[in-house]
């Protein structure tokens, strides 16, 4: 089965700055790993996913890379907004390559203050 | 398009009562999910099916949950009797496919036991 560690639980960062949230997976053969973004209330929103053959993707003002080798992938949010506090969860496919059974990390907290 | 619906959004129960959650996933969507996200933690994956037919069930504790998707459509997840520490959010998911595609999540279900 996959493993999915996630950091930091809690982080905070100053409206305009840059969040980075990092994950660690245990199965190599996992090759696809989206982030999710649950609001307070709300079910978990898919806001950007990345397949093992390529290194980084990105849309608008996020981000996010993978390292094979090292197992980790990490989500960059730049320029930061108030909108964006939530909670984001990482997570990588349960039964290896080729399977979608999502095992997810704890999730971190995202406090944007104004 | 409409998105995952569930029902009831809250339920409070006595331990030792039985409850019931019901989902309807995307219109088409052949692949659903049912989660369970305990407070601070990720979802965790309970049953999944496709179509009418069992995916995967080895972490629904059977001996007081089960799951039905009765034609394919619409599933409801039920726990008999329930436990102190079954209080958690029941989220259900669907996908176009078995694999590969994105996983729309509903509101998710509050269900808490006293």
């Known amino acids: 089965g996959e493993n999915v560690e996630q950091h930091p639980s809690t982080l905070s960062v100053q409206e305009g700055d840059s969040a980075v949230i990092k994950c660690t997976y245990s199965?190599?053969?996992?090759?696809?790993f989206p982030w999710y973004k649950q609001e307070l209330g709300k079910g978990p929103q898919l806001i950007i996913d990345?397949?093992?053959?390529?290194g980084e993707k990105k849309d608008q003002r996020i981000a996010v890379t993978l390292n094979k080798t090292a197992k980790h992938f990490s989500l960059h949010i730049t320029e930061t907004q108030p909108e964006d506090s939530a909670v984001y969860f990482c997570?990588?496919?349960?039964?290896?390559?080729?399977?979608?059974?999502?095992?997810f990390g704890k999730g971190t907290k995202l406090s944007v203050i104004p | 398009e409409a998105g995952v619906a569930q029902s009831p959004r809250y339920k409070i129960i006595e331990k030792r009562q039985s409850v019931a959650f019901w989902c309807n996933p995307i219109?088409?969507?052949?692949?659903l999910y049912w989660y369970q996200q305990i407070l601070g933690q990720g979802p965790k994956l309970l049953i999944q099916?496709?179509?009418?037919?069992?995916?995967?069930d080895s972490q629904l504790p059977k001996d007081r949950f089960s799951a039905e998707r009765l034609k394919g459509v619409d599933s409801t997840l039920k726990i008999q009797p329930a436990k102190l520490e079954d209080s958690a959010v029941y989220l259900c998911?669907?996908?176009?496919?078995?694999?590969?595609?994105?996983?729309?999540f509903g509101p998710g279900t509050r269900l808490t036991v006293l």
């Open positions: 998911a669907s996908s176009g496919s078995g694999g590969g595609d994105t996983q729309y």
């Open positions: 199965d190599s053969a996992s090759n696809y």
């Open positions: 990345i397949r093992s053959n390529v």
């Open positions: 997570a990588a496919p349960r039964g290896g390559a080729g399977s979608y059974q999502l095992t």
């Open positions: 219109s088409g969507h052949a692949t």
């Open positions: 099916f496709q179509n009418n037919g069992v995916v995967d």
